[in-house]
């Protein structure tokens, strides 16, 4: 069996769920909804932010592995381990922000990805701390240990990412399904006065859903499914939030800018997919922006 095939059959033990259920709800406590939450998951950025940060820790170990085989550049690995060391920390509360959104399977793979950073994170403090004492073979035992365990923990990442979808825009997949024509959405005055309705547009070989909201003689619409875990956005409401309306999901409270599908709320950090909009005798017709077709 692949590596990837074990993962997968990881995430499917539901036995790991009694020890990561506290977890996830003690890091709910901790990180509430709110400004510095919302930073975390990188709502303001536009995509996820613990990948960003992680790039810091990675590159600063992978490159302090090299320069500790090098013995007059050791001094400077030292540095580049402090570097990584400090970053994992803000890295870390990220990651643990987008885990504690995340559905089941990714929860039960971003545990054991957690546990490997910790141990990895643990074995390079040890390092410095043995470093400092002048025992600088012990300290490269440990980094290099630390090296091999987080090597293992970013294969587990990157499963979760590319395999399982965290962090990916749902509605940027939902929208591939749509074709690029123009879609009849049916009468103006059918469309209630602000809050999304569901609408279908023709895909590929099935209807594809979409949330419609009416704003007076304005409409705004956007692929169904939420960026952030395809929640159906139809089912959700309009807000206001942080001064913006707001389409609002109603799985994990993801809001979006009705002028632009910017988020303006976590856990969302994807901007969610917006159609085109044009009235044709007192009909709505939407269909994709350019990037798509």
């Known amino acids: 069996m692949s590596l990837m095939g074990i993962l997968d059959r990881l995430a499917d033990v539901s036995s790991f769920d009694k020890a990561i259920e506290p977890a996830r709800k003690a890091v709910q406590a901790v990180l509430k909804p709110g400004l510095v939450k919302d930073a975390l998951h990188g709502t303001w950025l536009g995509h996820p932010l613990h990948p960003v940060l992680v790039q810091v820790p990675v590159g600063s170990w992978a490159s302090a592995g090299l320069l500790d085989a090098i013995p007059p550049l050791r001094p400077a690995a030292t540095v580049l381990i402090g570097t990584g060391v400090a970053v994992s920390v803000p890295a870390a509360m990220a990651g643990a922000a987008d885990w504690s959104e995340q559905e089941i399977g990714v929860r039960r793979l971003g545990a054991l990805h957690a546990v490997?950073?910790?141990?990895?994170?643990?074995?390079?403090?040890?390092?410095?701390?043995?470093?400092?004492?002048?025992?600088?073979?012990?300290?490269?035992?440990?980094?290099?240990?630390?090296?091999?365990?987080?090597?293992?923990?970013?294969?587990?990442?990157g499963h979760m990412s590319y395999a399982q979808s965290s962090g990916a825009s749902h509605a940027a997949m939902a929208a591939r399904t749509l074709t690029t024509d123009w879609i009849d959405l049916g009468p103006l005055d059918d469309l209630p006065e602000g809050r999304p309705t569901l609408r279908t547009g023709s895909g590929s070989g099935v209807a594809a859903p979409l949330a419609a909201v009416r704003r007076g003689a304005r409409v705004d619409v956007f692929v169904g499914a939420c960026s952030h875990l395809a929640g159906p956005l139809y089912e959700g409401s309009v807000e206001e939030v942080r001064g913006h309306t707001c389409l609002v999901c109603p799985w994990h409270d993801s809001a979006f800018d009705l002028d632009n599908g910017e988020?303006?709320?976590?856990?969302?950090?994807?901007?969610?997919?917006?159609?085109?909009?044009?009235?044709?005798?007192?009909?709505?017709?939407a269909r994709l922006p350019g990037r798509h077709q």
Request: hydrophobic share 45%; charged share 20%.
């Open 116 to 157: 490997s950073n910790v141990a990895a994170l643990g074995l390079y403090v040890g390092s410095l701390v043995a470093r400092a004492k002048g025992r600088g073979t012990l300290g490269r035992v440990l980094s290099y240990a630390g090296l091999g365990i987080a090597t293992g923990s970013a294969a587990i990442g």
């Open 263 to 285: 988020p303006r709320r976590g856990p969302a950090a994807n901007p969610q997919e917006k159609l085109e909009v044009r009235m044709e005798a007192g009909r709505v017709m």
